[in-house]
């Protein structure tokens, strides 16, 4: 099955600094690739995703870029700000399996200094 | 409703008691996920229901833990002999269908204490 891995565990950043969250993915079927945001005390969020026959979708500061040949995906925050601050997971699934289901990464918690 | 609804919120349970959670997806959504989330871990898959199919159960940690989708619509987890390892957030989450739309949206969680 799928497994996900996701790095840092933390990372805190200067406000208007870039953050960076990589993963990794084992299952070379995975087609699309999800990113959540979680606030103290909420469901996650989704707030970016992309699908695996582009290479990079933006979304104002928000960037996701996907290498399927070394099976890697990354988050990218430019121009971070305080309330960019919560935890942030990947996730990576099948959508075309039919036992299609979303595997998360171990999550980032992700810290913006004012 | 606009979004996914848990209830309840939190729950305070005995060691040993049974307890069900219950989700409600979004009106015509046709997958349902439940996926549980340890203090400050990361989230495990419990189950998945996606339409009439059978669900994929291969997450689900003990036969204790058993789930329901009724009518395609309302699901409820439940918990048998609650153990304190199963203290966590159980949190659900719907999308629309597998391949065109498969953004899952999720509800709030229901914090489950056991004592």
């Known amino acids: 099955g799928e497994n996900v891995e996701q790095h840092p565990s933390t990372l805190s950043v200067q406000e208007g600094d870039s953050a960076v969250i990589k993963c990794t993915y084992s299952?070379?079927?995975?087609?699309?690739f999800p990113w959540y945001k979680q606030e103290l005390g909420k469901g996650p969020q989704l707030i970016i995703d992309i699908r695996s026959n582009v290479g990079e979708k933006k979304d104002q500061r928000i960037a996701v870029t996907l290498n399927k040949t070394a099976k890697h995906f990354s988050l990218h925050i430019t121009e971070t700000q305080p309330e960019d601050s919560a935890v942030y997971f990947c996730a990576a699934s099948d959508s075309e399996d039919s036992s299609y289901k979303l595997i998360f990464g171990s999550g980032t918690r992700l810290l913006v200094r004012p | 409703g606009a979004g996914v609804s848990q209830s309840p919120s939190n729950k305070v349970t005995e060691k040993g008691k049974d307890v069900e959670l219950r989700c409600d997806p979004i009106?015509?959504?046709?997958?349902l996920y439940w996926y549980r989330q340890s203090l400050g871990q990361g989230l495990e898959f419990l189950i998945y229901f996606q339409g009439n199919s059978a669900p994929d159960k291969s997450g689900l940690p003990s036969d204790r833990f058993s789930a329901e989708r009724t009518g395609g619509s309302v699901s409820t987890l439940t918990i048998q002999r609650t153990q304190q390892e199963d203290s966590a957030v159980y949190l659900c989450a719907s999308s629309l269908d597998r391949g065109l739309t498969p953004e899952a949206f999720f509800g709030q969680g229901t914090r489950l204490t056991v004592v």
């Open positions: 299952d070379s079927a995975s087609n699309y």
């Open positions: 009106s015509g959504h046709t997958a």
